[in-house]
């Protein structure tokens, strides 16, 4: 195998990697619609860890070897429309998961505030912070252009 088919074969398994944190995360945001006690919201805090591992895992492993590839490949170039299209893709759909992790973040704050002052009991509040409807857009928002980074790729419009 030759150092591209390497960097290929490694970023398509960052590219899985980045999906499939965004289905973790996915299942979290169903889960924690549900939460309304500090303890429910607080234990999935070693999953969002984990997701927050593969997402850093997989977007610097997609874009550093994807414009290392895009660069070392004869039949690819920086700026070809489908390789521009990926990047700004890519910034769009960072901007959204980290807005999307700022929103869900506020109700694992809540629950460790009430956990500290000692209320164990649900909470009408900590439910709505739980139930954000900004958040599942923006998680939504960060589905839909990590998809459309796939069909670029798949397609490579314009090439």
Avoid: C
Avoid at 23 to 29: C, G, N, P, Q, T
Avoid at 68 to 74: M, R
């Amino acid at each position: 195998m030759s150092l591209d088919d390497w960097l290929l074969a490694l970023h398509v398994l960052s590219a899985f990697a980045f999906m499939a944190a965004i289905v973790l995360f996915w299942v979290l945001v169903v889960a924690i619609r549900r939460a309304d006690t500090p303890a429910a919201t607080i234990e999935t805090e070693p999953v969002v860890k984990v997701g927050n591992v593969a997402v850093a895992v997989g977007a610097t492993g997609t874009i550093v070897l994807g414009v290392w590839l895009a660069i070392s490949l004869d039949e690819h170039r920086i700026w070809d429309f489908w390789v521009i299209a990926a990047i700004v893709l890519w910034l769009l759909s960072g901007e959204a998961g980290r807005r999307t992790g700022l929103e869900y973040g506020r109700g694992m704050e809540k629950a460790k505030e009430l956990r500290s002052s000692g209320q164990t009991g649900p909470s009408a509040e900590l439910l709505a912070l739980n139930r954000t409807s900004r958040g599942l857009l923006l998680h939504l928002a960060t589905t839909v252009l990590l998809v459309l980074i796939v069909l670029d790729m798949i397609w490579k419009p314009g090439a």
